[in-house]
Structures are given as structure tokens and as C-alpha cells.
């Protein structure tokens, strides 16, 4: 765990929103941030990463989180997978409040509410395809046959249903990806969260991947991608674009 | 911990191990060491006291010997002091015998070696005893064939005499031992004529207990002259009774030599079969004390070197780790999945160690001629305080996998 420093924030960053409400009754759309704060302690030097991000995401939305590098993106992207959480600030996750939780309870929700897709894939190099679909499974403790079922489900899902033995270092990039993305969406997680999910991939395997988030989309998955690609965010239906660790835009765009 | 999971903790362990065949195989030699150590020392020595019990058990508590040196030495100062007493005679035989009332049988012995021939057959340094007709009660020898030699053959110092089956193979071509009975060997050059053939009596430690040649006492006295001191061998009727026997006869002797009750020193030694059974017992004390320390060190070692290896394994899997944690393992997951891998590393060294250990002992068996005896409770004590020092070795290594930020483990490589 990063060490968690209290810096205080500008007061009017709360009273802008001074909806209380927010605060203190469990908000209705998917994922709710208030005053979010991420500060890491650098040497002498505190780094606010994050100064007081505020949106919400509702349920079957397509997002695209777009900025530079060292913007904040990444720590953004972290809190909203549940790998880490905020300084300061609230986060709710499908009317879970996440940004108290312990490791152990964040785990969990990883499980059940996340499914990511890295831009590396993040497969594990030993296990079969189908092994690596599980994986999630295994951890949520479901029985092997329904397990089985499932992840031969979602392979088949995204087309991969003549390659579930086998291992990653036998799969192309862009059947990897469609692999991780199988993995993402075996335990039906409230978020798909996609963090440059067509870094490693040519143009050609880029536009495949697209169209199966959009697919996803219509299935009625919500999304959300962070990228710095402007074309690969430009499928999003709303782009939340980063700056210094604030939240320079939001826009629908579709 | 679901089932499910710690089932996949099990996979992964076993896939890791296989994987990397080789570093878990020199990972594993300091726990194969010291287990096999332990289980070839149990063994041997478990085989080893059978043979001890069933040997000397045949002979009994109801003998005891009297002797100049005693029949085991432990220092040189104890063998200069033993060396200057006076020899035991034949007079100290007749005094015994005549005076000892709890006594029951009494019989001397001279001992030599010669070289015994038969044609131009020969077997070097045969243990030659000079017997009196009352060690065949004594020492239990059984004839096999022939006969013992006669009450008349034995005061007329007639050239007679009983052999150990070794003989037979040594200068006989093993043949069957009736064939030897009426021939004549030459015993240090002088002709003898073997009446009987003893009973086999087997190895012990894998040493030959069969190879030497009996005759009469007065032919001995013939042939090697008096000068060597004699072994008295005194027999009880029952065991009850050796104590009284025994203190007669140190009477008897601390007399004969002029002792007083205030001399420590008594100027003979006089001995039991306890003798050995005692020295035999603080030698295997002690053998299973170094083994122990011998194990426990290379326990320790090969407990530290899988600590290293696990470290290393937690290493080279962070990235593996980390996706482990982004989908959903707990920290406890990651933990058992560790100290799993741990454990069976130590598990596998445990039983390799109790098979190479058993083998060990098998081969040693087998060369010096005892039996086997392999125990259930220590091939399962090996696997158990292996799986013990894998658990402890892991844990720490284990516990550093399981507290992996999970942002950090997936960047790295």
C-alpha cells in the first residue's frame, strides 16, 4: 500500500458539490466518485496525483478516459479497478463503498465487479485458455463444472471456441486480447475496464478488438477504456479527459 | 480457503515444481540427506538389535567368564593395568571348581591361531581353542556331524578335532560336513583327525562366527605349552543363582592373589555377556545422537536453501502474482499458494530421503549380513518433519508474495 497522506484539499472543491446527499445516502448509478484524492509522498515532497475527481458512470455506459502521461490516468484507472484506494474521498462501486475497504475486501470486489483488460494481456503463460478464463472463477469459488461451462461460454463469446487449450504463447495477439476479454467478462462484472487494450495490438487487430467492445456495448456491458489514442477513444459514447489530475472535460459524445 | 481454490494452489505448486526440474531437484538434496540419514540409521540399527538380541540371548545370563584382560578395553591405561596382572592358570580353574559351590558347571579355555591344511588346501590364523569337555554344555555347540570327541580321547590329549563349517569351505571345497568327519587336517603342521563338525552358528556385524577349530584341552597344553593365560567359563543352573556365583568366585580369586577387601584392583577380570550388550547399547546411543545432529543440520540447511529457492520462485512470479491478485486472490490464497509449493518441495525431498534412506539401509543389510527391517513410523516421521521444515521455510517467503501491492507486481516483468 502506497503511504497515505492527508493533504487538505481546497474547501471549495467539497462545496462546489455540496450535495450532501452524495455524502451520506448510497448513490444510485454504477460508479460514483466524490472528492477523490490520491497523494503520494515522494521523498520530502507530497504528489497529488488526483485533486478532487468527481463523476459518476451509469449502468450500459460506454466511457473513454483520455490524457497524457502523468495526468493521473493510471491512478484513476487503479482506483476505479479497486487495486488501490484514495487518499481521500468517497468511491462507490454498484452501492458498495470501496474506498474503506481492506485488501481482502477489495480482492473480493475485483472479483465480482471488475473485469480488466491490460494492455499486456496479463495471461498466465503456463495455463490453457480456457484455465486462464477460470482463473476468476476459481476465486469466486464456483464449483468446477459450472466453471467449466462458463468460461466455454465466454470463450465461444468472443470467437475462440476452437482454441481453448491453448496456451498464450500459441494465440496471436489479437486472439490473446480476446482471451483477457473472455477472462474480463466470465464472472459478469458490473464494469468491463479496459486500460490501452490495443497498445500491443496492429491496426488491423486494433479495429477487431473495437468492434468487440462495441458488441459488448450493445450486449449491455458498461465499459470503460483508458487510453491516450484519441481514435480509440472516439468510440466511447463519453469521454472524461484527465489533466494534472483533474478532470479537465467530460463530454458526451454520442 | 475453497476447496476450489486451494485445489488450484495444488496445480500451480506441482506445475511450478515441474517446470523447473532441476533447481527443485538440487533445492531438495539437503532434506534427501537428512532424512535419508536418519532412515538408513534407524534401520540399520533396528536389524542390528534383532541380530544382537538373537544372539546373545542364545547364550544366556547364566555365564559368566573369568579372565586376565577383559574382553573389551576402553583405554590405555585400563590395558597397561590388565597387562600386569598375574595370568589366569589352571590352578585357578581347579580352585574354582572345587570351591564354588553355587557353580554348576565350570570349563576352561585356551585360545590360539594356527594355519590349518588339508592337502594342499589351507586357511591362515584359525582361531585354535583348547576346550574341556564341559564348554560343549557351556557354549551350547551343537555337532552337526560326527561326534564330540571322547572322555578318553580327551584325558590321553588325543589329536582330535571339531570344526566351525567355515573350515569346510575354506580348505574342503565345500563339501557336505559328514564327508569331513575321519579326515585329517594338519593343525600348525600337526596332523589331526576331525571327529565332528559343528553346527552353523551364522554372522554377527558380518563377521563369521563359524570359522575355528576346537580341540582337547590336554593336546593343547601339549602342543602350545601353558604359558598363555586361560579364560575360566563358569555356568549357572539358573539365572538366579549367578550372583552368588559370581561373588564366590571373586572370592575365590581375590584370594588366590592375595587381594584384601581394601584393593581396588581386583587382578582378574570377570565378565558377563552384559559386557557387550551394555557397550553395544551406548555405541548405537551415540550413533543415533550424531545422526540426529548430522540431520537436524542438514534439515536446517536445505530448510534455508528452500527459503532461498521460494524467495526467488515469489521473485520471478510477481507478474503472475499480481494478475492473480487483479482478478480476485485474496492474500490467504496467495499465502496457501506458496506455502503449498513450499511444503511439497520438502515432501518430495522427504520421501526421496525415506526411499534412498531404506535403500541405503537395504544394500548395508544385505553386505553385512542381518536382517531388514523397515519401519512404517519412520518413513512417516521423515515425510512429516520435512513437510515441517517446508512450512516454516515458506512462510516467510510465502507471506512477502501475499502482501504484494497488487499495482507494483503487475508492472513488473
Known amino acids: ?41 515522494m ?44 487518499t481521500r474521498g468517497r468511491y462507490w462501486i454498484n452501492g458498495k463503498l470501496v474506498s474503506e475497504m481492506n485488501d481482502d475486501e477489495l480482492a473480493r470486489i475485483r472479483n465480482q465487479e471488475v473485469g480488466f483488460v491490460f494492455q499486456t494481456f496479463n495471461l498466465l503463460a503456463r495455463a490453457s485458455a480456457l484455465h486462464n478464463v477460470e482463473l476468476p472463477l476459481i476465486y469466486a469459488g464456483v464449483g468446477s463444472a459450472e466453471r467449466h461451462e462458463k468460461a466455454r461460454q465466454s470463450l465461444t463469446a468472443v470467437d475462440l471456441a476452437d482454441r481453448m487449450m491453448h496456451r498464450p504463447n500459441e494465440l496471436s495477439g489479437g486472439q490473446r486480447q480476446r482471451v483477457a476479454i473472455a477472462r474480463a467478462l466470465v464472472n459478469h462484472p458490473s464494469i468491463l475496464l479496459a486500460d490501452e487494450p490495443t497498445g500491443a495490438l496492429d491496426s488491423a487487430t486494433s479495429h477487431e478488438i473495437m468492434n468487440l467492445f462495441e458488441r459488448l456495448h450493445a450486449e449491455g456491458n458498461t465499459i470503460i477504456v483508458v487510453t491516450h489514442e484519441p481514435d480509440i477513444a472516439a468510440r466511447a459514447h463519453r469521454i472524461i479527459s484527465i489533466r494534472d489530475g483533474h478532470i479537465e472535460r467530460d463530454e458526451r459524445t454520442k | 480457503m475453497r476447496l476450489s481454490a486451494f485445489w488450484e494452489a495444488f496445480r500451480i505448486a506441482a506445475a511450478s515444481l515441474r517446470a523447473n526440474k532441476l533447481r527443485t531437484g538440487l533445492t531438495l538434496i539437503g532434506v534427501v540427506v537428512g ?12 536389524g542390528l538389535d534383532q541380530t544382537v538380541a538373537s544372539t546373545f540371548s542364545s547364550q544366556g545370563s547364566t555365564v559368566f567368564t573369568v579372565s586376565k584382560l577383559p574382553q573389551i578395553i576402553l583405554s590405555r591405561e585400563d590395558f597397561i593395568k590388565a597387562n600386569k596382572r598375574r595370568d ?42 583348547g576346550v574341556t569337555p ?35 569351505e575354506n580348505i574342503f571345497g565345500g563339501q557336505a560336513p559328514e564327508r569331513a568327519v575321519g579326515r585329517e587336517v594338519r593343525i600348525g603342521g600337526r596332523p589331526f583327525e576331525i571327529v565332528g563338525v559343528a553346527e552353523r552358528l551364522g554372522t554377527i556385524f558380518g563377521f563369521s562366527r563359524d570359522n575355528f577349530v576346537l580341540i582337547p584341552y590336554p593336546t593343547y597344553r601339549k602342543m602350545y605349552g601353558t604359558k598363555a593365560s586361560l579364560f575360566i567359563h563358569i555356568q549357572v543352573e539358573t539365572a538366579a543363582e549367578l550372583e552368588e556365583a559370581q561373588d ?80 480476485g486472490a485474496r492474500q490467504k490464497y496467495v ?8 511444503v511439497m518441495l520438502t515432501a518430495i525431498g522427504g520421501l526421496l530421503g525415506v ?27 521423515g515425510v512429516s518433519v520435512s513437510s515441517i521444515v517446508g512450512i516454516i521455510s515458506g512462510l516467510w517467503p510465502a507471506w512477502k508474495a501475499a502482501r504484494l501491492d497488487p499495482i507494483e507486481a503487475l508492472r513488473a516483468e
Open chain 1, 1 to 41: 500500500m502506497s503511504n497515505v497522506i492527508l493533504a487538505a484539499p481546497p474547501q471549495t472543491a467539497a462545496l462546489d458539490h455540496g450535495d450532501l446527499l452524495a455524502h451520506d445516502a448510497v448513490p444510485a448509478s454504477l460508479i460514483s466518485m466524490r472528492d477523490i484524492w490520491k497523494t503520494y509522498q
Open chain 2, 134 to 168: 564341559s564348554m560343549f554344555d557351556i557354549e551350547d555347540i551343537d555337532i552337526d556331524a560326527g561326534r564330540p570327541w571322547t572322555a578318553s580321547e580327551d584325558q590321553a590329549a588325543h589329536d582330535v578335532c571339531v570344526v566351525g563349517v567355515d573350515l569346510l
Open chain 2, 248 to 327: 564366590q568366585v571373586r572370592a575365590i580369586m581375590r584370594t588366590r592373589r592375595g587381594k584384601t577387601i581394601r584393593d581396588e584392583e581386583e587382578g582378574f577380570a570377570l565378565e558377563t555377556q552384559d559386557v557387550f550388550l551394555n557397550l553395544y547399547g551406548k555405541a548405537t546411543s551415540n550413533i543415533y545422537l550424531v545422526t540426529i545432529g548430522v540431520a537436524a543440520i542438514s534439515l536446517v540447511v536445505g530448510g534455508i536453501v528452500v527459503m532461498n529457492i521460494m524467495l526467488v520462485s515469489v521473485t520471478e512470479r510477481t507478474k503472475e502474482i499480481g494478475i492473480r491478485k487483479a482478478i
Open chain 2, 88 to 129: 589366569v592358570t589352571e590352578g585357578d580353574a581347579e580352585a574354582v571348581a572345587r570351591l564354588c559351590t553355587a557353580c554348576w558347571r565350570t570349563g576352561v579355555a585356551a585360545r590360539s591361531a594356527s594355519v590349518v591344511k588339508y592337502g594342499d588346501q589351507k586357511s591362515e590364523d584359525v582361531p585354535v581353542r
Open chain 2, 35 to 46: 532424512v535419508a540419514a536418519v532412515i538408513a540409521v534407524v534401520t540399520i540399527i533396528k
Open chain 2, 355 to 381: 526411499i534412498s534412506g531404506f535403500l541405503l539401509a537395504y544394500i548395508i543389510s544385505f553386505l553385512a549380513g542381518f536382517p531388514l527391517l523397515l519401519s512404517l513410523w519412520s518413513a512417516v516421521l
Open chain 1, 43 to 86: 521523498g520530502a515532497e507530497e504528489v497529488h496525483a488526483l485533486r478532487g475527481v468527481e463523476f459518476d458512470v451509469h449502468k450500459g455506459e460506454y466511457l473513454a478516459i483520455i490524457g497524457p502521461s502523468g495526468s493521473g490516468k493510471s491512478t484513476l484507472m487503479n482506483l476505479i479497478g479497486c487495486l488501490d484506494t484514495p
Open chain 2, 335 to 342: 499465502l496457501t499458494q506458496f506455502l503449498i509449493e513450499a
